[in-house]
């Protein structure tokens, strides 16, 4: 993000979405501003408050693309949310702060994976061993008399060491529990079998060789966490520290088993408390939220007494975004600046509708256009991710060579601007549907034949969505 300008972020944008430089220029100037808030000096940091966007335009023209992409490039946690899910405090249904709570679990899970990977090596180090030691059972010792004794004696040391229940019983916290080695015997023959199976592995020729290890249990969703979260409680972590979690035996391919053993042994390395505040803190300061359908929660002319008040949604938005405490089971987090994007179509509605107060938050306001038939020609070839590449490269998978020729992407991109114009207009999505007629076909037949090269033409093109199209009523309901 350092390194960025604006102009670059845009350049980044421009690989992945087609048009709508305004709204690119405008979202890049937000971003980069937070960089230059950082600068400045702290008591002044308080005072530079984002400046909030409002983008306007119909479905599919890249509004939500346009947000999500920018908070890749920047490695911001990002999160979307539909205003039509919230209801007003008092209601049942989703509050407003929720979609704060969201964020800072996107932002804890990005943390979570810098820290995994930065002691990647390392943790991948002790699993290989321990596949190993898997893969090649040591001899089980017999069991004598005392052993009983000797795991109540463990287990008293244990109950001396730990003032907390869940260490005491929770399998794997005692010693030697982890090592599949333990109370069995290493003969010589086996550790010359580990020697040959590690060679193997490190080799990458055991990766789907099936191995069964010992997992904790994942818990249940508990509909009560969520409530308790509401009032900053994390309850899953509490009832982990009173109730151990069950330990279960699954039976993965190697490159299965080694991800999981990694996750779970990179989880009791790393500082949990350490993260969570990263976490928030990031959040705070780089934090982005898309709120889709806001022209929703405009009461316009359709005021009823009977429905949930949109105006009572808005007021409910209102503080959050003009920054306040929301507190969450990681911890208090600020919004004071953290980025908001509102999003919507405003066709039977104006920005002017909301209250005055939200509007005030929103200064900045950007119109995305229709799409044209040059700007479809465009999605369907230009992008880094263009729809067209994408069904060559799972068409390859089939062992078909798939290619377009200009004039079908032409015709193509002549479809899918006819139908949005005399059906309603989904803007580019309208590009996916037309594709999946056209190639309906040959992604049906392509695994159970040898297809080899297959040229998709203006005629094909015709051939398999023409009637369709020409057919008002028919196109209606299939494209």
Same mark, same amino acid.
């Given at each position: ?28 100037? +937000? ?61 049942? *249904? ?10 800072? $679990? ?44 000797? $795991? ?7 109950? *001396? ?42 080799? *990458? ?34 009832? $982990? ?36 505040? +990263? ?161 309906? $076909? ?6 159970? #034949?040898? #297809? *080899? ?27």
């Amino acid at each position: 993000m350092d390194n960025l300008t604006p102009k670059q972020i845009v350049e980044q944008l421009d690989k992945f979405i087609i048009g709508q430089d305004e709204a690119k220029k405008s979202v890049a100037i +937000a971003l980069y501003n937070r960089y230059r808030r950082m600068q400045v000096p702290d008591k002044m940091q308080q005072e530079i408050t984002p400046k909030n966007l409002l983008m306007i335009g119909p479905t599919g023209v890249g509004k939500t693309e346009i947000a999500r992409r920018l908070a890749k490039i920047v490695k911001a946690p990002f999160v979307k949310v539909e205003a039509t899910k919230f209801t007003e405090v008092g209601y049942v *249904g989703r509050d407003v702060e929720s979609m704060v709570r969201d964020l800072v $679990d996107v932002a804890v899970t990005m943390e979570e994976k810098e820290k995994f990977d930065e002691i990647r090596p390392e943790v991948s180090r002790k699993v290989d061993k321990k596949l190993v030691k898997l893969l090649v059972p040591a001899i089980k010792k017999e069991q004598k008399q005392e052993n009983g004794m000797n $795991d109540f004696m463990s287990m008293l040391t244990n109950m *001396g060491n730990s003032s907390n229940l869940g260490d005491m019983l929770r399998p794997g916290t005692q010693a030697g529990n982890d090592d599949p080695d333990e109370g069995r015997d290493v003969t010589d023959d086996v550790a010359n079998k580990r020697l040959s199976v590690k060679e193997q592995l490190d080799q *990458g020729l055991l990766e789907d060789k099936e191995v069964t290890i010992q997992v904790e249990e994942s818990r249940k969703a508990n509909p009560m966490n969520d409530q308790m979260a509401n009032m900053g409680i994390d309850m899953s972590s509490m009832m $982990d520290s009173i109730i151990p979690k069950k330990m279960i035996s699954r039976t993965l391919p190697v490159k299965d088993a080694r991800e999981a053993l990694i996750q779970e042994e990179s989880a009791k390395r790393v500082d949990h408390d350490e993260i969570y505040q +990263a976490a928030i803190e990031k959040t705070e300061n780089k934090g982005i939220i898309f709120i889709d359908e806001f022209d929703k929660i405009t009461a316009g002319d359709k005021k009823t007494s009977g429905e949930v008040s949109r105006e009572g949604v808005q007021r409910d938005i209102l503080p959050i975004v003009e920054g306040s405490q929301i507190n969450t089971k990681y911890g208090a987090v600020r919004t004071d600046h953290i980025l908001f994007i509102g999003s919507g179509a405003f066709a039977e509605s104006k920005p002017s509708d909301l209250i005055a107060e939200l509007q005030g938050r929103f200064p900045i306001r950007v119109e995305l256009k229709d799409l044209t038939e040059d700007d479809f020609i465009q999605i369907l070839t230009k992008p880094d991710n263009a729809l067209t590449k994408q069904y060559v490269a799972l068409t390859k998978a089939d062992g078909i060579n798939l290619v377009f020729t200009k004039e079908a992407v032409e015709e193509i991109a002549k479809v899918a601007f006819d139908l949005n114009n005399t059906n309603q207009n989904i803007g580019a999505r309208r590009l996916s549907t037309v594709l999946e007629k056209l190639l309906a $076909d040959i992604l049906f037949e392509g695994p159970d #034949m040898q #297809m *080899g090269d297959i040229t998709i033409t203006r005629e094909y093109v015709k051939e398999q969505v023409g009637k369709i199209v020409s057919d008002t009523d028919l196109s209606r309901y299939i494209l």
